[in-house]
């Protein structure tokens, strides 16, 4: 009875005082809303999918290119003036760069070094990594036919950085020999990745690049740094730069130049992996490379590849007949590679683009997102010189690939 008689009070009241049971009914929505997002705080950003809790890549800020030069660090991911696939990648850390190759072909040499010229400031370059001797790493680094204009002639080298085997003994090769040579007479130290990865001779596995012992530059193990393989690609140094952002968190950004699967194998069983930040999609974004045994150890938040998108220079072209025939799929960056890459990131970037003629044949370059930069300063960002577009949602991919992975 006595829960009756309040209920009959309080319909009295709200008959008599409308607009403040209006105002407490409000108050109280409110009151429950910010307690929701006080809660939401707490719970702390969502993840979406990606594996172990990760954000499979997130977001990354807009950058802009007057920045980047004040950055704590950047990467720099070159496009190289021609329609061939091909690595130049420049990091920059203060006054200290590191090139690691510097290719594709030997007319890439004043692209390369205009750009360096923006960032290198010195005229010295502390390291160089020659990954493998396959012309479209080592190419710029020579220079022109009979000009001895490369890199390795045109600064002042602190430190090469060279691939322990090779099989090859091309032109190239032995022009890049000749340009190591010049470099060693100017002062450059000169190691193999396996004096680095053993600290002898002088050589070391670890390089601070800052000052403050917070970014290193590293250089990982795989075993054909003293076995033989049967691909030059497998001889590739790779190396892992790692930035400390605070006591509780780094980034890592991994480059393994053009290493294979059975090369990936190794890698993963002789290094401690970390998650990274950062992966330079191995080989141009062919098949034979971003294997699952790497991918799934290391779960890359954002990729960049270094190619010319849909070029049939590694790739047999279709034939008239068959105008449809897979053989396009088998064009950089394949398939199989980015259907891999997609189970862990949609934030997928490509240099450049090959417009083709009729015939398949390559009529001319455009950029695809151009030169790619991410760089930290106060926060993780991307600058493209193009535009920031991830693969995905590209005309070219729409037309010649298949999302087979994640979203957003």
Known sequence: MGRRRNYNKAKRVAKKYPAVIAVVVALLVIAII????????KLGPFKPRGGDGGDGGGSVAAGNVTEISEADLSVHFLELGNANAGDCTLI??????????????????ETVKNYINKYCTDGKIE?????????DHIAALVGESGKNNGVLYSYEIGTVIQFSGHNTTSGIYNDYVSAVAYAESQGAYVFTASQCWNNADGAQRTYYIDGESKISFNILYQKYYDEKASTENNYSVCTLLTQEISAEEKYSYLFTGDLEKAGEESLVKSNALPRCKLYKGGHHGSSTSSNDVLLNVIKPENIAICTCAGTYEYAKKPSAENPESSAKLNTFPTQEALDRMAKWTDKIYVTSLGILREDYSTEKQVSMNGDIVFYYKEEFKLYCSNNSTVLKDTDWFAKNRTWNGREG
């Open 92 to 109: 920059k850390c203060g006054n200290t760069e590191i090139l690691i190759d510097a290719g594709s072909k030997r007319n890439s040499t």
């Open 34 to 41: 910010l307690l929701a997002v006080l809660y939401v705080k």
């Open 127 to 135: 390291y160089i990594v020659a990954t493998h001797a396959h012309e």
